[in-house]
T-cell receptor, first 111, second 113 residues
Framework: EDQVTQSPEALRLQEGESSSLNCSYTVSGLRGLFWYRQDPGKGPEFLFTLYSAGEEKEKERLKATLTKKESFLHITAPKPEDSATYLCAVHPETSGSRLTFGEGTQLTVNP | DADVTQTPRNRITKTGKRIMLECSQT?????MYWYRQDPGLGLRLIYYSFDVKDINKGEISDGYSVSRQAQAKFSLSLESAIPNQTALYFC????????????FGPGTRLTVL
């Protein structure tokens, strides 16, 4: 069974305090791994897609990396506007077009 | 204008009522999805459609039905709403291809009393 586990469930940082969010996954074969940002009461906003181990992608203060077992979302010098829930999802090779989502990490950045 | 729109954005209804949630997209994508989100359970797939004539059940389709009226429109119906269908509902779209990246609408908050 395909599984996605995100940790920690919640993370509180001070502005400027860099950290990382973890997404561990178990799939029969990985077609892609996705990161989304979700603000309260809003739809998930696409951030990154990673396809193979060793791949990295960056956007402003965010950098996503991928290994064969997990992905990290690194947040460098975060600002209060980075506060949101970050969702990880995997696209298994055998699932057709279906994604399996983790439950998310709720990030709060205090000024 | 938003690429993926959902109506209504908020809805309060009573047990046993029929309700329809609608999704429209201007992205030109062929694939459309309906998810529900509950605290502690994450996003779960209800139904998905690859084109107007191809509709598939997701992991939690019981109590729901869908209609793909056109490439750009995908509706979700609750034939007889029950309180445990209270949730946030999201529509998503994707284009066929290597990435399968899904793009989400703003969501509908549904409360069943």
């Amino acid at each position: 069974e395909d599984q996605v586990t995100q940790s920690p469930e919640a993370l509180r940082l001070q502005e400027g305090e860099s950290s990382s969010l973890n997404c561990s996954y178990t799939v029969s074969g990985l077609r892609g791994l996705f990161w989304y940002r979700q603000d309260p009461g809003k739809g998930p906003e696409f951030l990154f897609t990673l396809y193979s181990a060793g791949e990295e992608k960056e956007k402003e203060r965010l950098k996503a990396t991928l290994t064969k077992k997990e992905s990290f979302l690194h947040i460098t010098a975060p600002k209060p506007e980075d506060s949101a829930t970050y969702l990880c999802a995997v696209h298994p090779e055998t699932s057709g077009s279906r994604l399996t989502f983790g439950e998310g990490t709720q990030l709060t950045v205090n000024p | 204008d938003a690429d993926v729109t959902q109506t209504p954005r908020n809805r309060i209804t009573k047990t046993g009522k029929r309700i329809m949630l609608e999704c429209s997209q201007t992205k030109g994508h062929d694939r459309m999805y309906w998810y529900r989100q509950d605290p502690g359970l994450g996003l779960r797939l209800i139904y998905y459609s690859f084109d107007v004539k191809d509709i598939n059940k997701g992991e939690i389709s019981d109590g729901y039905s869908v209609s793909r009226q056109a490439q750009a429109k995908f509706s979700l119906s609750l034939e007889s709403a029950i309180p445990n269908q209270t949730a946030l509902y999201f529509c998503a779209t994707a284009t066929t291809g290597a990435t399968d990246t899904q793009y989400f609408g703003p969501g509908t908050r549904l409360t069943v009393l």
